[in-house]
Every structure is written in C-alpha cells, then in structure tokens.
Nanobody, 120 residues
Framework: QVQLVESGGGLVQAGGSLRLSCVVSGRIVSINAMGWYRQVPGKQREMVATITRGGSTKYADSVKARFTISRDNTENTVFLQMNSLKPEDTAVYYC??????????????WGQGTQVTVSS
C-alpha cells in the first residue's frame, strides 16, 4: 500500500511563510517526478511546482520567485517552501508523485491534500 502524507499546511497571514512536506511510504520500487498542485472550490487543480528525479524544477508563473520545491530522494520526501504568501495562494495543496510499485505500472499517486489559508 502506497501512501503520500502531506504536512505543514495551516493558516498564515499574508507575507508569511509555510513549508509543506510530503512523505511517500509503502512498497515503492521507484519514484519519478514529484510535485505540488493546488485546488480551490470550483476550479480545476493546477500545477504549482514540479521536480524531476534529477532536480529540474518548474513553477507556475504565479508562484515563481516565491515558492521553492525540493526533494530528498533518500527520504522519499518532497518539500514546498512557500514565502511571501498571498491570499490567492489559499487552496488545498496536493502532493503528487509518479510511482512504480510492485505488480503495477508507472502511475501518478496523490496525497489527500493539506489546507493552506492565507489571510489578508
């Protein structure tokens, strides 16, 4: 059984910072790219940041220069450092990882999400 567990969400004032973590556990053969996505009610889930196994990163234009994604391959963990938070960053943030698990093909796996609320 594979599990992606996010942590670090919460309520923060505009201009503040949060650091999200996502730990992948279970019977994992390999982890490919990892990323963070967010979703607000009534809108589609959007990519916030992704990172390849080699460390190449991509960011949504709205978070560039404010967010930093990183990963620790030895701990199967991906992080999202969020600085200078804005109210429009308020969303449920989901961890994503491309995983290869025993007896399965490569597939995207998702965490349950963690709420980030940025107050004015």
């Amino acid at each position: 059984q594979v599990q992606l567990v996010e942590s670090g969400g919460g309520l923060v004032q505009a201009g503040g910072s949060l650091r999200l973590s996502c730990v992948v556990s279970g019977r994992i053969v390999s982890i490919n790219a990892m990323g963070w996505y967010r979703q607000v009610p009534g809108k589609q889930r959007e990519m916030v940041a992704t990172i390849t196994r080699g460390g190449s990163t991509k960011y949504a234009d709205s978070v560039k220069a404010r967010f930093t994604i990183s990963r620790d391959n030895t701990e199967n963990t991906v992080f999202l450092q969020m600085n200078s938070l804005k109210p429009e960053d308020t969303a449920v943030y989901y961890c994503n990882a491309g995983l290869l698990v025993p007896l399965h093909s490569w597939a995207d796996y998702w965490g349950q999400g963690t709420q980030v609320t940025v107050s004015s």
